[in-house]
DNA sequence: AAATTCAATTGATCGAGATCAATGAACGAA
DNA sequence: TTCGTTCATTGATCTCGATCAATTGAATTT
């Protein structure tokens, strides 16, 4: 979802001179991790709540559900920021879907700035807000959405982060695997699968490789979506 | 969810002198609202995002889909405080599940605070921090998990939330229906009822009325969760 | 207390998506 | 290039939860 773009008009909304992201705080105050495709992030400072901000590559945070069910909870995309806490339930990881580079930060680190510059703070809140808007049109998509809704939805939502657009067709180089979009999705593989064909039957994709994609009518994918923009 | 404990537990990981919630700011600055039962949450400033505190009753924060679907995004009872934007694709609604007591505060309104009280800006966070975590834990669950699990983790998130609890039995008063239940857990009432009637079968919970429900064994009933605790 | 109404339960059947199973296509390594 | 492995697609069947349809029961009104 375009977190950039809420985050500034929150920001804004508040704020007579907005900034910009959290990200030159946190690339400021937090470890520097590279890691390799796979591979889960481990951060040395361990304290929790984190925010992490991706530089390159992409990733993902993940639940898990007993031993073999597993949710995604959130992508994180090149210049994207993502937060979690870990004293919950839940065991979250972050794990790289591609080799990226990050920088993580504890958000009690982070606050200690909040005293400093104002503005940090503000923008934190927009950040965390921004999350929290995420996360909760995920809840309508896997609490009310058929499959053919929530593919759709999936294509759109990277389409505005990733995808190179050129009159009206849009190019997208997934990296993630038909697994992870399915665990994202609350859906199986082949679910996934037989509803990209679906959509390619139609005229709606093409796809070349694995992760090559082409969107040639995203208006129709977006009446697919039931929900109005 | 613990929102409560969550909060606190955060809150003093960065803070050597914790304070209590925020809603002392809020009730000081919002506005106050007795909402009849079934009725939308108006606001006159109308500016979003708000944050809204619960002084008594009981609320639902809902997302339309389409016409007839609807996703209850999360529940809000007495003492507990609930947030979001508008600025989204889905439509939001704050509804009355009872006749309660609510004050609502626009953000940009609280943000104005922040550089006076530097701990608000913390508390706010951590509050924005536990609201993501709950609702990432819902995904877990709409995403990955059976009705049984849903219905079973529905009553134990309650059961922390409202209940009398006395000597491993806990009393619940249902402020919802059987539809806000299924609506909030991404299934039908029908499902609901029959997963309420095989806990009943099974001897795990007893049911008075429509509204009050006696959980026998927590125990038992947590085992049926599949998760740690 | 009887009547009315609406919510909850229970039963019967259906279907979307899961599961099981096989085939086919990409990609990496030698 | 060819081999081998892994991932994606497609097909066949099954199952959990949805849908359709009564029935029961609780709360409210008269």
């Known amino acids: 979802m375009p977190a950039a773009s809420a985050l500034h008009k929150f920001a804004a909304s508040f704020s007579d001179e907005p900034r910009g992201p959290l990200s030159s705080e946190v690339q400021q105050l937090g470890e520097f991790l590279h890691v390799p495709v796979g591979e889960i992030a481990k951060f040395h400072s361990s304290e929790k709540p984190l925010i992490v901000f991706v530089a390159s590559g992409a990733v993902k945070l993940t639940a898990q559900v007993g031993l073999d069910r597993e949710q995604i909870i959130a992508f994180g ?43 940090c703070a503000e923008r934190l809140i927009a950040q965390l807000l921004s999350a929290l808007e995420d996360s909760r049109e995920r809840l309508v998509l896997l609490g009310r959405m058929t499959a053919q809704e929530r593919v759709a939805s999936f294509l759109l939502d990277l389409t505005e982060r990733i995808a190179a657009v050129r009159n009206g067709i849009a190019v997208l180089d997934l990296p993630m695997s038909r697994r992870e979009i399915a665990d994202s999705l609350g859906l199986t593989i082949e679910t996934v699968s037989r509803q990209l064909s679906q959509l390619r039957e139609h005229g709606i994709l093409q796809t070349n490789g694995r992760s090559e994609l082409v969107i040639l009518n995203l208006d129709q994918l977006c009446r697919l979506t039931s929900r109005s923009k």
């Open 77 to 119: 995309f090149r210049e994207e920021m993502i937060a979690w806490s870990e004293n919950s339930r839940v065991p979250y990881e972050l794990q790289a879907l591609t080799a990226c580079k990050i920088v993580g930060c504890s958000l009690a680190e982070l606050a200690k700035t909040l005293t400093k510059d104002e503005y």
